[in-house]
């Protein structure tokens, strides 16, 4: 109850302030009420992100259950003397390490954040589709900031190769991965499909190593670069491949079709995300829907 008054009020602080982002929301309510029944979000999805619109300013996110599970929930945040490093415990119980640099207060919000994406109804969820883990499984997470998904399955797996390029969360996932530093290797490079001192591709890394199980990335929009890189990685079969589909508005189409092409059969994830940018203003010069991620296996 507290965490829907929280939410209706910030609705009505923004409509009373007549704030970017409640004029935002007003066109995307406009959008969805006004788009052809064929346009995505279509049928009862819609009236779902409808419904939840009419009373509450949009996020990336618009669903009522996710926002009101994940919005104003309390996390502890604790302290690592050793590393001087902040930290939570997640649901398996494992310290899941946050860049020097980040506060405690947000720290509980991208910690919130992280939760919301993962939860079994997101449109974010890494595991939406059934995964093939085994204690023979190589897991490549490709964009791993902080390494929740990784993290949450490796008791289960035999290796982990974790690809980070940006050196604040290499120094957290240090630390994170440290109990299991003998099956982790954290690569601070860019992945794609080229080959110097900043980037690597995936077939020359695992050129000489043992072939992955698991690819899992979330690269701002270079995917597609990243699995042109794994050419001849995917052609020995991959049995999972998660793709992040929300950073550009054609990404589903034009990553399945990809992956369809080397006979991977793909599979979206359910729901949509909303993209807004930093700038509001500059936000959806026609308001759009975008699935979060697909899932590819050998067909």
């Known amino acids: 109850m507290l965490s829907e008054l929280r939410l209706r009020y910030k609705y009505l602080k923004h409509k009373i302030k007549k704030s970017p982002r409640y004029l935002l929301t ?11 029944d064929d346009t995505p979000p279509t049928g009862l999805e819609r009236e779902q992100l409808l419904d939840y619109l009419r ?8 669903y009522h259950s996710l926002m009101l599970k994940y919005h104003y929930r309390p996390v502890k945040v604790f302290l690592d003397k050793e590393t001087g490093l902040r930290y939570v415990f997640t649901d398996e119980n494992r310290r899941l390490f946050f860049k020097r640099d980040m506060k405690t207060s947000f720290i509980r919000a991208i910690y919130n954040r992280l939760c919301l994406e993962q939860d079994e109804q997101s449109p974010h969820n890494y595991c939406f589709h059934d995964l093939s883990i ?22 289960q797996i035999k290796t982990a190769y974790l690809f980070e390029c940006d050196n604040g969360w290499i120094e957290a996932l240090q630390a994170t991965f440290r109990p299991w530093k003998e099956k982790v290797v954290i690569v601070n490079k860019f992945v794609s499909d080229k080959d110097n001192d900043e980037f690597t591709s995936l077939d020359s890394f695992f050129c000489n190593r043992e072939k992955p199980t698991l690819i899992k990335m ?10 042109k890189g794994a050419d001849q990685l995917l052609d020995k079969g991959i049995n999972d491949i998660l793709v992040c589909t929300y950073h550009q508005n054609d ?17 979206p994830s359910q729901g949509y995300m909303l993209m807004i940018s930093d700038n509001l203003n500059d936000s959806l010069k ?7 991620l697909i899932h590819a296996s050998p067909s």
């Open 26 to 36: 007003k066109r995307v309510v406009s959008f969805l009420e006004n788009a052809p």
């Open 55 to 62: 009373h509450h300013v949009v996020e990336f996110f618009n």
């Open 134 to 155: 085994h204690s023979d499984s190589v897991f490549t997470d490709v964009g791993a900031a902080e390494g929740l998904f990784t993290l949450k399955f490796i008791d």
């Open 218 to 227: 979330d690269v701002e929009g270079a995917e597609s670069d990243v699995l």
């Open 251 to 267: 990404d589903e189409h034009n990553l399945s079709e990809q992956l369809r092409k080397k006979k991977y059969k793909t599979v």
């Open 286 to 292: 026609e308001p759009y829907f975008r699935k979060g």
